[in-house]
């Protein structure tokens, strides 16, 4: 899987950190690295112009602690964005 990922904005929410991203990809997915050593939240969305058949997912059982990547599922080919929540 050949996913690239970018970290655009991150801001602070009562005790929360809050980080925003973009992602895009030549398969069907791989790891968003957040920054943060817990994410509680995740959300991903795809992109672009086009209509999107599949929704992307993320494919871990959150909370992901120990400075573990959340793992996405996305249409092959396509972008998006992203928005991490925790600390």
Do not use: C
């Not at 509680?40 to 494919?59: D, I, L, M, N």
């Amino acid at each position: 899987m050949t996913l690239t990922s970018t970290i655009t904005k991150q801001t602070e929410f009562g005790d929360r950190k809050v980080v925003f991203g973009t992602f895009t990809n030549d398969s069907t997915g791989g790891d968003i690295e957040t920054g943060l050593r817990v994410v509680e939240q995740f959300y991903v969305q795809h992109t672009g112009s086009a209509a999107v058949a599949e929704t992307p997912s993320v494919y871990e059982t959150l909370p992901v602690g120990d400075r573990t990547s959340p793992t996405i599922v996305t249409t092959s080919g396509k972008a998006g964005i992203w928005m991490a929540i925790g600390y």
